[in-house]
């Protein structure tokens, strides 16, 4: 997962994002076990988001 | 010109961005089914169910429940000549026999009384539509099917939030569908949902709508027959929690919608709204006029006058059997007679009295 380094003003759901990856880093650091490796996932950024949130507020 | 009065749009909150944003942003891995399973268990528990899958469409859903009960080549289905034209696809695409028969005047949903005469030895299901919002007489259609050991199966498509002797659309027959359409009363969009209380028809649209994977299967990427998917997405499904936390006031909106209708209609001559039988509460998705035979007042007069108006005219289906791929059965008078002198009016959540009040002075000027 990669976050928007530039962006101005980070959106709720980007901020929302940013500290569960946070939370996840201190998780693994503080955790013996190791995280799951997942064989896929999405590469979504704040643009996915934003577009998601213009469709379900715009595209009904 | 004067602002345009759409026949439909859905009613969007904060709620609703809020839900697809964390979607779009977190529902993904571990959590890329959350919203789905939350939409299925509380669409489930509103319509009091034991089961509910989420879906592409209300057709796939349809799809689905059909191709579960094992219809077929051979197989007959009867139906209401006036739908739309997706309750009868699934049915064509499975190989089945769709039989048309006419509906209420009063309803407009089908006729039950025609229902026996067109019963044989080949009649496998009655699939009752309710159209606009309006209800079956799900009594006399469950007895028939009884009857003669038939399946009857809830179309329900238009109907969120109709109420038939205290028990909801879409949860009185075999299994119900229901539509999320961007126009329909609460939205995803697209989508749909099946629903059911029968734990064996529940299993098998849960495999059919995984490409026929096994429940029990372990054995990755293996099929065990063949089958289909239908499925609604994450984002979909959240938006789908919002709308369904807000059901009651949705649902209600378009109620009050349609009383307002009858009452600034009421003074109107030779003209028939959405019925509300005793017993029932009408879903009252598309509040629709019906004039009299013998009226005068045509559809195309009707779609006319809202054209001047910059008002959305929507016509009242056409009679399946009249579609080209089909047969005609014009003894359903019904069927072809009502298209030909009503119009579905606007209906959106957010409609002004003014506006209500500028598509009933539209339809005044044509009858005064």
């Known amino acids: 997962m990669r976050l928007m380094r530039d962006s101005p003003v980070p959106s709720k759901a980007v901020r929302r994002l940013k500290a569960e990856v946070k939370l996840e ?36 | 010109m004067k602002q345009k009065i759409p026949y439909s749009k859905p009613s969007i909150t904060s709620k609703e961005i809020a839900y697809a944003s964390d979607a779009a942003a977190n529902g993904w891995g571990e959590k890329c089914y959350d919203y789905i399973n939350k939409f299925e268990v509380n669409f489930a528990e509103y319509l009091g169910v034991n089961y509910a899958v989420a879906t592409s469409s209300c057709t796939g859903a349809l799809t689905l429940g059909f191709a579960a009960m094992g219809i077929g ?45 067109k019963i044989n030895k080949n009649t496998k299901a009655i699939i009752a539509t309710h159209l606009y919002g309006s209800l ?12 003669y050991g038939l399946t009857v199966i809830e179309d329900s498509a238009e109907a969120i939030g109709a109420v038939y002797r205290g028990r909801k659309a879409g949860s009185i027959g075999r299994f119900g569908t229901f539509s999320f359409h961007g126009t329909k009363t609460i939205t995803t969009g ?20 995984s490409h026929g994977r096994g429940l029990q299967q372990k054995k990755q990427f293996w099929a065990d027959e063949i089958g289909f998917k239908f499925k609604m997405s994450n984002v979909q499904a959240a938006i789908g929690c919002a709308q369904l936390e807000r059901v009651e006031e949705l649902t209600k909106r378009k109620l009050d919608i349609l009383h307002m209708y009858k009452e600034l209609t009421s003074m109107i001559p030779n003209l028939h709204m959405n019925s509300e039988p005793a017993g029932t509460v009408n879903g009252a998705w598309m509040p629709t006029v019906v004039f009299k035979e013998g009226s005068g007042i045509t559809r195309k007069e009707l779609q006319q006058v809202f054209f001047d108006e910059n008002i959305d005219a929507r016509a009242f289906f056409w009679p399946l059997s009249a579609l ?25 959540h957010d409609i002004t009295e003014s506006e209500q009040l500028r598509i009933i002075a539209a339809l005044k000027s044509l009858t005064s």
């Open chain 2, 324 to 348: 080209p791929m089909f047969k005609p059965v014009p003894e359903n008078v019904n069927a072809f007679s009502i298209p030909e002198r009503a119009i579905n009016l606007p209906s959106f």
């Open chain 1, 25 to 60: 880093l201190e998780y693994i650091r503080g955790n013996p076990l190791k995280s799951r490796v997942h064989y896929t996932k999405p590469y979504i950024t704040e643009l996915e988001v934003e577009y998601a949130t213009d469709a379900a507020r715009n595209g009904g």
């Open chain 2, 190 to 209: 697209e989508g749909g949902m099946f629903v059911t209380n029968n734990e064996e028809l529940y299993h098998k649209v849960l495999v059919l709508n």
């Open chain 2, 136 to 147: 079956c007489e799900m009594d006399n259609i469950v007895a028939i099917a009884k009857r």
């Open chain 2, 73 to 117: 080549p051979g197989d007959e289905v009867i139906m209401a000549d006036t739908n739309w034209v997706a309750t009868v696809s699934p049915i064509i695409h499975l190989g089945a026999k769709p039989v048309f028969i006419d509906i209420s005047s009063d309803t407009w949903c089908i006729d039950e009384k025609l229902i026996e005469s």
